[in-house]
């Protein structure tokens, strides 16, 4: 069954280094989303990307996170300068369609020291 | 106040059980989503509906429209039903909007 990988597992990183995190999304699928829970908190919602364009970001979304889709398999979620508060676990997704089912990596969790 | 709130928070239920989580949201939807996470972290898509009901092995998602409420049950429970189900609501500009879970514990 077609999956979403998401690498690495885990990340630790210095308070101000940069990361990136990568997804590979289901192959035929067009919509393209990252989420975040932070331990004992609620998923989420970063951004939404779609026809190689963000199409929705929320408030969290700032300045310091990027995403990019370099090679039409990739999936990439950057945050230039990493703060404690950034230590969360990190879910990719992807959809084929809007009114699809989304489709869930195994998430990368991401721990700021 | 949240925009989707579930309930309850915790449920402990003896194998055989018959389980209902609800969900209650105030926005408006395109779909409603419902999805288990285990404690590895992984987040698996369960259900998508818009409207009725839906049903999947001893998994039944009913939703109400008007009532903006919806329910998820799990029918004979088992030991490795134990997980967080988490209710998502599926927005027009097609982000999900997420509640904080429901952790079930199902013991034999």
């Known amino acids: 069954e077609p999956e979403v990988t998401q690498t690495p597992s885990h990340q630790v990183t210095q308070m101000g280094q940069e990361v990136i995190l990568r997804c590979v999304p289901i192959?035929?699928?067009?919509?393209f989303y990252w989420y975040r829970q932070i331990l004992g908190q609620k998923v989420e919602f970063l951004v939404s990307f779609y026809n190689n364009e963000i199409s929705e970001k929320s408030e969290i979304f700032d300045d310091q996170f990027s995403v990019e889709r370099p090679d039409g398999s990739n999936f990439t979620l950057k945050i230039r300068s990493t703060k404690l508060e950034d230590s969360a676990m990190y879910f990719c997704a992807s959809r084929n369609d809007r009114n699809t089912e989304a489709f869930f990596g195994q998430g990368t969790r991401l721990t700021v020291v | 106040k949240n925009e989707v709130e579930q309930s309850p928070q915790n449920l402990t239920a003896q194998e055989g059980e018959f389980i209902t989580i609800n969900c209650s949201y105030s926005?408006?939807?395109?779909?409603l989503h419902w999805l288990q996470q285990h404690p590895g972290g992984g987040i698996v898509s369960l259900f998508m509906l818009s409207s009725g009901k839906k049903k999947h092995g001893r998994l039944i998602a009913t939703i109400n429209i008007q009532e903006k409420h919806s329910s998820l049950h799990i029918t004979a429970s088992h030991p490795r039903d134990s997980a967080v189900y988490i209710c998502?609501?599926?927005?027009?500009?097609?982000?999900?909007?997420f509640g904080t879970g429901t952790r079930l514990q199902v013991f034999p």
């Open positions: 926005v408006g939807i395109s779909a």
């Open positions: 998502a609501a599926g927005v027009n500009t097609d982000k999900l909007i």
């Open positions: 192959s035929n699928h067009l919509y």
